[in-house]
């Protein structure tokens, strides 16, 4: 007997009948797809170190991979921001960036005067570096912020002195030919450990003095670190550039057929005769 709890669910009587003896068989959907298979990436030893297909712009040892990176100082595996912004030569579109701050254990100044820099995605949007460890300041402007169009979703400071990890996924903005936008960028971020960015809708390229608006530029762009007065530390900076998966359609999509089972043969009972019996 069937409870009530099937028919609830409007099953036909004879798929409830099916199912009970077995003879229902679901259908694999395939998507009609032939898909390359994924590269082959090494992990780090550990997660926050390069995979084997990062492109390793800051591993300590030099800033050969920016413009002005020999203006700026390095001191125990770290880079100290000194006279300039530095701009990597090599230039990105999609990504997964990471990158390690610090801000000064020398406590000066307040608001957006303290442990103040800025890391610019394609030169143009700004992910807010920023001292706000027990340091309040407008909400869109603190750590975590992408600059003057949205706050983070939490406030993940580490003390001065201690490590911040950023892990920021970027999807660049496309144009059509006559400059109007056919998808806008978006950036989600992760500070340690914490989501602070989800899928964030950029609105244009960052100003202090401008409403962000979007103008046109290269599929690709560079990385630039900002230098804002401030001795904010960097280390441990790499990209991955992200390639979406390929693959070619070869049909439509389509259930494949499930074979019947075949029910096993039953073998022919024979009766015995009297005499057999004998």
């Known amino acids: 007997m069937f409870s009530a709890g099937f028919l609830r ?96 254990t020398e406590i000066r100044g307040e608001g957006q005067g303290r442990g103040n820099s800025g890391c610019y995605l394609m030169g143009l949007y700004e992910v807010q570096v920023l001292d706000s460890f027990e340091n309040p300041t407008y909400f869109d ?8 169009q949205t706050p983070p979703l939490a406030n993940a400071m580490r003390k001065p002195g201690e490590w911040n990890y950023y892990d920021i996924i970027f999807n660049a903005p496309r144009f059509r030919s ?7 960028g978006y950036v989600t971020l992760i500070q340690n450990g914490v989501l602070m960015l989800n899928h964030f809708e950029l609105e244009g390229p960052t100003s202090f003095v401008d409403a962000p608006h979007y103008k046109p ?5 560079p990385i630039s670190l900002q230098f804002h007065g401030d001795a904010v530390k960097f280390r441990n900076i790499w990209v991955r550039e992200i390639k979406p998966p390929t ?27 009297a005499e057999e019996k004998k």
Do not use: C
């Open 9 to 104: 669910f409007g099953l036909p009587v004879a798929a409830l009948v099916a199912a009970a003896s077995g003879t229902l068989s679901a259908q694999e959907w395939k998507s009609g797809i032939e898909w390359q298979e994924p590269a082959l990436v090494t992990p780090g030893t550990t997660d926050d170190a390069p995979p084997s297909d990062a492109i390793v712009l800051f591993d300590g040892t030099n800033l050969d991979a920016w413009h002005n990176g020999e203006k700026w100082k390095i001191q125990d595996g770290v880079a100290i921001p000194q006279e300039t912004a530095i701009t990597s030569k090599q230039s990105f579109g999609d990504m997964q960036l990471h990158l390690e701050w610090s801000a000064p």
């Open 141 to 148: 402007g603190q750590a975590g912020s992408i600059y003057k």
């Open 178 to 184: 006559n400059g109007d936008v056919v998808k806008p």
């Open 247 to 273: 693959g070619r359609r070869v049909s439509a999509p389509f259930n494949l057929e499930q074979k019947k089972k075949e029910e096993p043969k039953q073998e022919e009972k024979t009766e015995t005769t």
């Open 217 to 221: 530029h290269a599929e690709t762009g």
